[in-house]
């Protein structure tokens, strides 16, 4: 790899890494409307926020199974949210309701392009690293 090439590899790496988004977590909606939680299984990434919205006539609540969140009773247009951290599944019902029930499975978070940017910039800089050093005469060529 010559010097050139290793200059603009490492621009478009820098590239990449400027360009892609920072990881950020997203919100997702859920409806409660028909003494149901709409969608009654969702799944998230860690960092998720999730909005529940009352949008029946008569109060409801969101009270995880394990105890991680408790909405309150919310009235009619009322919300409630909720930032999941670690992965794992998340039973969780209408306090008032015991039937109304549903499931929020946390994933980990996908890596962001940055990540892979950094391995691609330190895989480059390593195989240039190690043809600068043959062409000096430090290290053999392989056969």
């Given at each position: 790899?010559?010097?050139?090439l290793?200059?603009?590899a490492?621009?478009?790496?820098?590239?990449v890494l400027?360009?892609?988004?920072a990881?950020?977590?997203?919100?997702?909606?859920?409806?409660i409307?028909?003494?149901?939680?709409?969608p009654q299984d969702?799944?998230?990434?860690?960092?998720?926020?999730?909005?529940w919205t009352?949008?029946?006539?008569?109060?409801?609540?969101?009270?995880?199974?394990?105890?991680v969140?408790?909405?309150?009773?919310?009235s009619?247009?009322q919300?409630y949210?909720?930032t999941?951290?670690?992965?794992?599944?998340?039973?969780?019902?209408?306090?008032?309701h015991p039937s109304?029930i549903?499931?929020?499975?946390v994933e980990d978070e996908?890596?962001?392009?940055?990540i892979?940017?950094?391995?691609?910039?330190?895989?480059?800089?390593?195989?240039?690293?190690g043809?600068?050093?043959?062409?000096r005469?430090?290290l053999?060529?392989?056969?």
């Amino acid at each position: 790899m010559n010097s050139r090439l290793s200059r603009v590899a490492f621009g478009l790496c820098v590239a990449v890494l400027l360009l892609s988004p920072a990881v950020r977590a997203d919100t997702v909606d859920v409806s409660i409307q028909g003494f149901a939680f709409i969608p009654q299984d969702l799944t998230v990434t860690q960092g998720t926020t999730v909005k529940w919205t009352n949008l029946d006539g008569g109060p409801h609540t969101s009270t995880s199974d394990d105890g991680v969140w408790d909405s309150g009773t919310l009235s009619t247009g009322q919300t409630y949210t909720f930032t999941f951290g670690p992965s794992g599944m998340h039973p969780y019902h209408c306090e008032i309701h015991p039937s109304m029930i549903a499931t929020i499975t946390v994933e980990d978070e996908v890596p962001s392009a940055s990540i892979y940017a950094l391995i691609i910039l330190a895989a480059m800089l390593l195989i240039a690293g190690g043809y600068v050093l043959v062409k000096r005469g430090k290290l053999p060529a392989s056969a």
